[in-house]
């Protein structure tokens, strides 16, 4: 995961995001507990909410930061 470039795209009109690691598609967040959930698959082991929104910087918000989830 280390160098990985994770996406997070603008939320639909249901708040949910697709997320992607090197283009590969993860799922879709609904939430930053979702995104902690699909970046420890993708080997960020141990990361929570707070890790997520705490390191923001990179992961490549679009459409808003950690704390959009809504259109």
Known sequence: ???ARVVVYPPSETG???VTVDGVPLGTAFS????AVFLER???EGWDELDVAAHAELIEWRGGGPDVWEQ
């Open 1 to 3: 995961m280390a160098g």
């Open 16 to 18: 949910a995001r697709r």
């Open 42 to 44: 993708a080997g960020l």
């Open 32 to 35: 930053l507990r979702d995104m």
